[in-house]
């Protein structure tokens, strides 16, 4: 099987699988021989940062000398960036292997009338390459929710709860405290719960749901932050130290709160017997990369910003960092999101807009976005295909200008792939 031929199989389950609790997950994990149950891992969920803070977590497990496997979703320009072993996407052949162990497991459940979804798939084989190449942690991210995500068959050394905000409400539901509740789903008796800033009705919640099942809560908080352009900077007090002048190498005043949220899962580590030297964290965090958020290259910077959470903490280091006079947007989003809310608080942070499509059959037409724009008294464009939106937003800004591209993950994908095409940027991985 070629890697094409493996990912071909992996998206051939996506029409005909049927979500069925976790009763799915449990099948086909039985089926593989339950190599989940051999791997120490760390359980990510959140509205918005989860990746982040994932990528935080390995980066600093990784400079403490660990083996490391991570496990997120979506991916950004590729498949195998969903499965990562010390920071690596799995290579084309090892995600061929993978899918041809697998697959006979899917097909005899299929069989007997089991119709796995393609994210249990995904997560099956992140499963069976994280056990295979005997990784000492694996970070595994929540795809949706928590409660019935396919990732909540696993029992962690500890969970990690980002920030809850409004997301999936047709899956979750309507209010703060609802979507709290289901994230903490993924919490189990007496493993220690990781939270990351939160809103008063979700941190209740989460607390209420902490104490139920006898876990102990880690949730340091961030002081002094210190933003730049490029990083943050700032003290943290932890269960057994206070920490003086750590520096995130992540945009965003918001990445100081993701930060707090992987620290604390670190500390967990520590209390359970993980060596994590404080340098460790310290090169962790200087080293962390994550694809397409606040990701520049050159004068344009990409944002996965797709929610009103992650557009709030992008409007909010526009406000520090990018003048509006000099700023052009460039964005695409998908039908079922809070669009108004979101151009709402965009429009008034740049000069204009080019609107195009993500690669997606749910995105939002050009046109339509750009006519929303419109109404908010911006000037905005329309171009139906994203090289040429980024080729006039280009242009609009000239020389001094920035572009800011935001929206939809398979937008910033599409861009991204575009951007490391050009020769300037060829070598950025």
Same mark, same amino acid.
């Given at each position: 099987?070629?890697?094409?031929?493996?990912?071909?199989?992996?998206?051939?389950?996506?029409?005909?699988?049927?979500?069925?609790?976790?009763?799915?997950?449990?099948?086909?994990?039985?089926?593989?021989?339950?190599?989940?149950?051999?791997?120490?891992?760390?359980?990510?969920? =959140?509205?918005?940062?989860?990746?982040?803070?994932?990528?935080?977590? @390995?980066?600093?497990?990784?400079?403490?000398? $660990?083996?490391?496997?991570? $496990?997120?979703?979506?991916?950004?320009?590729?498949?195998?960036?969903?499965?990562?072993?010390?920071?690596?996407?799995?290579? =084309?052949?090892?995600?061929?292997?993978?899918?041809?162990?697998?697959?006979?497991?899917?097909? %005899?459940?299929?069989?007997?009338?089991?119709?796995v979804t393609e994210f249990?798939? =995904?997560?099956?084989?992140?499963?069976?390459?994280?056990?295979?190449?005997?990784?000492?942690?694996?970070?595994?991210?929540?795809?949706?929710?928590?409660?019935?995500?396919?990732?909540?068959?696993?029992?962690?050394?500890?969970?990690?709860?980002? @920030?809850?905000?409004?997301?999936?409400?047709? $899956?979750?539901?309507?209010?703060?405290?609802?979507?709290?509740?289901?994230?903490?789903?993924?919490?189990?008796?007496?493993?220690?719960?990781?939270l990351g800033p939160q809103?008063?009705?979700?941190?209740?919640?989460?607390?209420?749901?902490?104490?139920?099942?006898?876990?102990?809560?880690?949730?340091?908080?961030?002081?002094?932050?210190?933003?730049?352009?490029?990083?943050?900077?700032?003290?943290?007090?932890?269960?057994?130290?206070?920490?003086?002048?750590?520096?995130?190498?992540?945009?965003?005043?918001?990445?100081?709160?993701?930060?707090? %949220?992987?620290?604390?899962?670190?500390?967990?580590?520590?209390?359970? =017997?993980?060596?994590?030297?404080?340098?460790?964290?310290?090169?962790?965090?200087?080293?962390?990369?994550?694809?397409?958020?606040?990701?520049?290259?050159?004068?344009?910077?990409?944002?996965? %910003?797709?929610?009103?959470?992650?557009?709030? %903490?992008?409007?909010?280091?526009?406000?520090?960092?990018?003048?509006?006079?000099?700023?052009?947007?460039?964005?695409?989003?998908?039908?079922?999101?809070?669009?108004?809310?979101?151009?709402?608080?965009?429009?008034?942070?740049?000069?204009?807009?080019?609107?195009?499509?993500?690669?997606?059959?749910?995105?939002?037409?050009a046109g339509k976005l750009?006519?929303?724009?419109?109404?908010?008294?911006?000037?905005?464009?329309?171009?139906?295909?994203?090289?040429?939106?980024?080729?006039?937003?280009?242009?609009?800004?000239?020389?001094?200008?920035?572009?800011?591209?935001?929206?939809?993950?398979?937008?910033?994908?599409?861009?991204?792939?575009?951007?490391?095409?050009?020769?300037?940027?060829?070598?950025?991985?």
């Open positions: 099987m070629t890697e094409q031929e493996a990912i071909a199989k992996i998206h051939s389950v996506y029409p005909t699988g049927k979500k069925n609790g976790l009763l799915n997950m449990r099948a086909l994990m039985d089926r593989l021989g339950n190599p989940q149950e051999r791997l120490s891992m760390i359980h990510v969920a =959140g509205t918005n940062g989860k990746g982040s803070c994932c990528a935080m977590i @390995e980066r600093c497990l990784r400079e403490a000398g $660990y083996k490391t496997g991570m $496990y997120t979703s979506p991916y950004i320009e590729v498949y195998n960036e969903r499965i990562r072993i010390n920071g690596a996407p799995v290579s =084309g052949d090892a995600l061929a292997a993978l899918v041809e162990r697998v697959w006979p497991a899917v097909q %005899a459940l299929m069989d007997e009338g089991i119709a249990e798939l =995904g997560t099956a084989l992140a499963f069976c390459a994280f056990a295979q190449e005997k990784v000492d942690f694996a970070i595994i991210e929540v795809g949706l929710g928590g409660r019935l995500d396919p990732t909540n068959i696993i029992t962690p050394k500890v969970c990690v709860i980002t @920030e809850v905000g409004m997301d999936h409400m047709e $899956y979750l539901g309507s209010t703060i405290g609802e979507i709290a509740l289901e994230k903490a789903g993924i919490m189990k008796r007496r493993v220690p719960v990781a809103r008063h009705e979700a941190l209740d919640v989460l607390m209420a749901a902490a104490k139920g099942k006898d876990c102990t809560v880690y949730d340091p908080d961030a002081q002094n932050v210190a933003e730049t352009a490029d990083g943050v900077t700032f003290d943290v007090r932890l269960h057994e130290q206070t920490i003086k002048s750590l520096r995130v190498a992540l945009r965003g005043r918001h990445q100081a709160e993701n930060a707090c %949220a992987a620290l604390g899962a670190l500390s967990a580590l520590r209390a359970q =017997g993980a060596q994590i030297p404080l340098e460790a964290v310290r090169r962790g965090m200087e080293a962390v990369r994550w694809p397409g958020r606040l990701e520049r290259f050159g004068h344009v910077l990409l944002d996965g %910003a797709h929610n009103d959470p992650g557009v709030r %903490a992008l409007c909010a280091y526009c406000d520090a960092w990018l003048p509006k006079e000099r700023t052009v947007l460039v964005t695409g989003m998908l039908e079922d999101k809070e669009t108004q809310k979101m151009c709402e608080r965009l429009a008034p942070r740049v000069r204009c807009v080019v609107c195009t499509a993500p690669p997606n059959p749910r995105a939002m037409a750009a006519g929303v724009f419109a109404s908010l008294g911006l000037r905005a464009y329309a171009q139906d295909r994203p090289a040429d939106a980024l080729a006039q937003a280009r242009s609009l800004a000239g020389p001094d200008g920035q572009v800011l591209v935001c929206g939809s993950l398979y937008l910033i994908g599409e861009m991204r792939t575009l951007l490391r095409g050009e020769k300037e940027f060829s070598d950025v991985i």
